[in-house]
């Protein structure tokens, strides 16, 4: 069985930093593509960014330079730093990550949420 958790949220002011860890566990062989989305009240729910494999990222316009996703596949896991933030980034940060769990078996596994506040 394999599963994600999540860390890192909470509360900040504006222009404040928070950094988000998704940290899967489990019969893992590797992780693949990985995503934060992320779903504000009465919001349906956007992607924030995403890395491949190979390290390459994307980014929604509204958080690009600001936010940044890394991954550590060693400790199988991904992160998003999120710097300057804003109050309209106030939501629940979801990751969601592709895994290897056999030689030709793949799940797409979700995180269960961590609550990101912004506010003065």
């Known amino acids: 069985q394999v599963q994600l958790v999540e860390s890192g949220g909470g509360l900040v002011q504006p222009g404040g930093s928070l950094r988000l860890s998704c940290a899967a566990s489990?019969?893992?062989?590797?992780?693949?593509?990985a995503r934060w989305y992320r779903q504000a009240p009465g919001k349906e729910r956007e992607s924030v960014a995403g890395?491949?494999?190979?390290?390459?990222?994307n980014y929604a316009d509204s958080v690009k330079g600001r936010f940044t996703i890394s991954r550590d596949n060693a400790k199988n896991a991904v992160y998003l730093q999120m710097n300057s933030l804003k109050p309209e980034d106030t939501a629940v940060y979801y990751c969601?990550?592709?895994?290897?769990?056999?030689?030709?078996?793949?799940?797409?596994?979700w995180g269960q949420g961590t609550q990101v506040t912004v506010s003065s």
């Open positions: 890395i491949t494999t190979f390290g390459i990222t």
């Open positions: 969601d990550v592709n895994i290897q769990t056999r030689p030709t078996a793949y799940l797409e596994v």
């Open positions: 489990g019969s893992i062989i590797s992780i693949n593509i």
